[in-house]
Structure formats: structure tokens, C-alpha cells
């Protein structure tokens, strides 16, 4: 079975700053790879697909990089409303969800 | 557009049953799936199973099965989860989610753009 890790698992960030998270899977998932957003009492929101791909209506300050078995998201300039918790999700086989990084001040 | 309505809250004993719907409107229900996935207090999100509206086909997650139900209802578009045996550690938020996935003689696999809006369901004695 395909693992998935996510690192930081939670970070501190600042209005403005550059915001890095990374995501390993176990074995390559030829880029079936998605990131959500995910605030408290509200439904994950997709940002990003096929490791690359802007979802409908997500600002260009997300970015998704990667191949094979690393992914990256990244955040040009962080928001107030972009203080949330971020998961990544294989596809690749039956849906896994990454344990989450959580961006607060 | 797409809209996916839960029902509400639910509190049980352990032991009990719970079976939770998805409504869904704005989009041809039999041609897709549905997802449902989990998220335990201060935990992560986790994938259950997923039903196609298509066809009844399922798939549920290890943990699970046995234990779990996915079903839909063409005449309603509405997706039902039902969970048994509940356990204190089955108290969580469920969710559903639209799914590309229409068949299991597809191997593919897709990401969830549309969401429910959340079920709690409490679990305690």
C-alpha cells in the first residue's frame, strides 16, 4: 500500500511570506496528486490537481510542483485567509489523504 | 451548480447504527460518484469508500469494511452512508464528495472538487 507523508506538520508563517510544504509518497503516483485547503468546520477545498493543476477559482499564489515520488505546494505570498490546514491526496490508487500541515502566525 | 446537501447531526451509543445522506443537484447524478470521507477530531481527513450512482458499484477502505454501506437512490439523487458497530473513534465529521469515478472496471482514480457541507456524528455512551 502507498504511504503518504507530509512535512512540516505544522509551521508559522507571516502576511507575505513564501510558504514551502512537502509531500512524499511511498511509490511514484505519476503525478496524481491533489492539494486541499482545509479550515476548521468548513469542507476541504481543492486547490491543486494532477500535482499542477490550479483548481476553479484558486488564487495564482498557489503553486504545485513534482514528479514521481516528491510534491511540493507553495504559497507566493501568504494571506490572511490562507491560514488553514493542507493535505495532500494520492489518486494514483484508492484515494489517501497526507496527515496535514497546519499554517498559523 | 453543483450542491451537495447533508443531513444533520447524530449522536449514538456505541454499539448503535448511523446512516447519513447526500443530496445532490446540479449535475447528472448517475453519471458519477460519490466519496465519502472522515475527519476525526484534530486528526486528518480519511477516505471510506466510494459508490457510483451509475452503476452500484463500491469500494470501501480497509478499515472499514465490513462495518460500512454505500448506496444511492437514482429516483432522489441522494447518496446514503451507513456505518455500524460505531465505536467512540467513529465520532468525526463525514463528508461527501462528487466523484469522477463512474465505474470499477476503470482503474482510475480522481481528485473531489464538490463537497458536502459536513455531518457530525457524535459517538458516546
Known amino acids: 500500500d502507498i504511504q503518504m507523508t507530509q512535512s512540516p506538520s505544522s509551521l508559522s508563517a507571516s502576511v507575505g511570506d513564501r510558504v514551502t510544504i512537502t509531500c512524499r509518497a511511498s511509490q511514484g503516483i505519476s503525478n496524481s496528486l491533489a492539494w486541499y485547503q482545509k479550515k476548521p468546520g468548513k469542507a476541504p477545498k481543492l486547490l491543486l490537481y494532477a500535482a499542477s493543476s490550479l483548481g476553479t477559482g484558486v488564487p495564482s499564489r498557489f503553486n504545485g510542483s513534482g514528479s514521481g515520488t516528491d510534491y511540493t505546494l507553495t504559497i507566493s505570498s501568504l494571506q490572511p485567509e490562507d491560514f488553514a490546514t493542507y493535505f495532500c491526496?494520492?489518486?494514483?490508487?484508492?484515494?489517501?489523504f497526507g496527515p496535514g500541515t497546519k499554517v498559523d502566525i | 451548480q453543483v450542491q451537495l446537501v447533508q443531513s444533520g447531526t447524530e449522536v449514538k451509543k456505541p454499539g448503535a447504527s448511523v446512516k447519513v445522506s447526500c443530496k445532490a443537484s446540479?449535475?447528472?447524478?448517475?453519471?458519477?460518484?460519490i466519496s465519502w470521507v472522515r475527519q476525526a477530531p484534530g486528526q486528518g481527513l480519511e477516505w471510506m469508500g466510494w459508490v457510483s450512482a451509475y452503476n452500484g458499484n463500491t469500494k470501501y477502505a480497509d478499515k472499514v469494511q465490513g462495518r460500512v454501506s454505500m448506496t444511492t437512490d437514482a429516483s432522489t439523487n441522494t447518496a446514503y452512508m451507513a456505518l455500524w458497530s460505531l465505536k467512540s473513534d467513529d465520532t468525526a465529521v463525514y463528508y461527501c464528495a462528487r466523484d469522477r469515478r463512474l465505474s470499477d472496471y476503470s482503474s482510475k482514480w480522481y481528485p473531489f472538487t464538490y463537497w458536502g457541507q459536513g455531518t457530525l456524528v457524535t459517538v458516546s455512551s
Open positions: 491526496q494520492q489518486y494514483y490508487t484508492t484515494p489517501l
Open positions: 446540479g449535475y447528472p447524478f448517475s453519471d458519477y460518484g
